[in-house]
T-cell receptor, first 111, second 114 residues
Framework: SQQGEEDPQALSIQEGENATMNCSYK?????LQWYRQNSGRGLVHLIL?????REKHSGRLRVTLDTSKKSSSLLITASRAADTASYFC???????????FGKGTRLSVIA | ETGVTQSPTHLIKTRGQQVTLRCSSQ?????VSWYQQALGQGPQFIFQ???????GRGNFPPRFSGLQFPNYSSELNVNALELDDSALYLC?????????????FGSGTRLTVV
């Protein structure tokens, strides 16, 4: 079963624009993680946010977490063509337990 | 620090056959998790191994089995292959002991069952 649901399912933007993806989940979590996947290859860990954190930054990435709404968002600023990929949120219910993934958002950045 | 390596990268099998997929964990990691990702879907958890013991299992039938070796590398075995087993199989390593909850994924094995 999939706990996280990303929204939108697909997103197409111009290079230089910002991209925002949202994730909703159902049960309590220890942490939430975002991953990127290029063309059906392996997943690359982007950022982890713990349940007691509200916002986290890493380079051009900004993640927010609202545990009261059971939702998270991933913002990619000044997008590049190389950011074209699928993005997944994954929840960790109790800390280093198996991740539960959503279906992902397919981001296309057009040069 | 080496990453996670999976082999083979691609595999074609016939329905009813058996397959073994391999994964070497990242240096310093003692936990390996396996995921199945169907086309257009998110990864689904199969099982996890911690220090050579199964440490959790998802909703997969017993014909999916695994092993973890003393060097923390791992195998995923699937018996009696079915067409629906066609998917990308991902291995991820982590360290349950260090409180570092991020996972390092391999590039996956693309299994096609015909």
């Amino acid at each position: 079963s999939q706990q996280g649901e990303e929204d939108p399912q697909a997103l197409s933007i111009q290079e230089g624009e910002n991209a925002t993806m949202n994730c909703s989940y159902k049960t309590s979590i220890n942490n939430l993680q975002w991953y990127r996947q290029n063309s059906g290859r392996g997943l690359v860990h982007l950022i982890l946010i713990r349940s007691n954190e509200r916002e986290k930054h890493s380079g051009r990435l900004r993640v927010t977490l609202d545990t009261s709404k059971k939702s998270s968002s991933l913002l990619i600023t000044a997008s590049r063509a190389a950011d074209t990929a699928s993005y997944f949120c994954a929840t960790d219910p109790s800390g280093n337990t198996p991740l539960v993934f959503g279906k992902g958002t397919r981001l296309s950045v057009i040069a | 620090e080496t990453g996670v390596t999976q082999s083979p990268t691609h595999l074609i099998k016939t329905r009813g056959q058996q397959v073994t997929l391999r994964c070497s964990s990242q240096s310093g990691h003692n936990t390996v998790s396996w995921y199945q990702q169907a086309l257009g879907q998110g990864p689904q958890f199969i099982f996890q191994y911690y220090r050579e013991e199964e440490n959790g299992r998802g909703n997969f039938p017993p014909r999916f089995s695994g092993l973890q070796f003393p060097n923390y590398s791992s195998e995923l075995n699937v018996n009696a292959l079915e067409l629906d087993d066609s998917a990308l199989y991902l291995c991820a390593s982590s360290s349950l002991d260090r409180g570092d909850y991020g996972y390092t994924f391999g590039s996956g094995t693309r299994l096609t069952v015909v």
